[in-house]
T-cell receptor, first 117, second 118 residues
Framework: GAVVSQHPSWVICKSGTSVKIECRSL??????MFWYRQFPKQSLMLMAT?????????EQGVEKDKFLINHASLTLSTLTVTSAHPEDSSFYIC?????????????FGSGTRLTVV | AQKVTQAQTEISVVEKEDVTLDCVYETRDTTYYLFWYKQPPSGELVFLIRRNSFDEQNEISGRYSWNFQKSTSSFNFTITASQVVDSAVYFCALSEAPPIGANSKLTFGKGITLSVRP
């Protein structure tokens, strides 16, 4: 089946540094990648939607300059948390939508647990 | 706007008990998709089921069964003879059918934490 590889699975960084999270679709082409954020014991909140080759669409309240999303190819999307602060500590998870499967086929990565100290 | 409500927040049962997780949704679309995902402590989301709005047939998969009722906008999930390995957070989610060429995001409920005790 469809697989999305997300790396790293966990990362600890110092406040003020930037962290890049990668999501790769391994055996399919993803037209769209969704990036979610999940605080402890809470639901997944959509941060942004990215389409290959175009700018990401951010949800209201999400700072696009802080959370940089790049979807340079049909198999790779990255989320960079710039100048991270402790409040950015969270679980980040991506989801890819496969070409030709418009309303299903949401394949999730395994998530990245970010801790900013 | 679409909305998913999972009124139960935490459920604790003893192994072998049956348990039902409730999900109520709101949408203006006539075409939509409903999902259930399982999130074990490790964090990854495990896909359990997808149901489109035109298919009201209930589904059974092993110990899992789903009851879709459009009349009450509910898509409930029942685990029969629960096991300790069923302990996880369970999310119900909704996706509306987008216009051609547009994207459709998943809207998640708040999740239900299920604890199955030996």
């Amino acid at each position: 089946g469809a697989v999305v590889s997300q790396h790293p699975s966990w990362v600890i960084c110092k406040s003020g540094t930037s962290v890049k999270i990668e999501c790769r679709s391994l055996d399919f082409q993803a037209t769209t990648m969704f990036w979610y954020r999940q605080f402890p014991k809470q639901s997944l909140m959509l941060m942004a939607t990215s389409n290959e080759g175009s700018k990401a669409t951010y949800e209201q309240g999400v700072e696009k300059d802080k959370f940089l999303i790049n979807h340079a190819s049909l198999t790779l999307s990255t989320l960079t948390v710039t100048s991270a602060h402790p409040e950015d500590s969270s679980f980040y998870i991506c989801s890819a939508k496969e070409i030709g499967r418009p309303n299903y086929g949401y394949t999730f990565g395994s998530g990245t647990r970010l801790t900013v100290v | 706007a679409q909305k998913v409500t999972q009124a139960q927040t935490e459920i604790s049962v003893v192994e072998k008990e049956d348990v039902t997780l409730d999900c109520v949704y709101e949408t203006r679309d006539t075409t939509y998709y409903l999902f259930w995902y399982k999130q074990p402590p490790s964090g990854e989301l495990v896909f359990l089921i997808r149901r489109n709005s035109f298919d009201e047939q209930n589904e059974i998969s092993g110990r899992y069964s789903w009851n879709f009722q459009k009349s009450t906008s509910s898509f409930n999930f029942t685990i029969t003879a629960s096991q300790v390995v069923d302990s996880a957070v369970y999310f119900c989610a909704l996706s509306e059918a987008p216009p051609i060429g547009a994207n459709s995001k998943l809207t998640f409920g708040k999740g239900i934490t299920l604890s199955v005790r030996p």
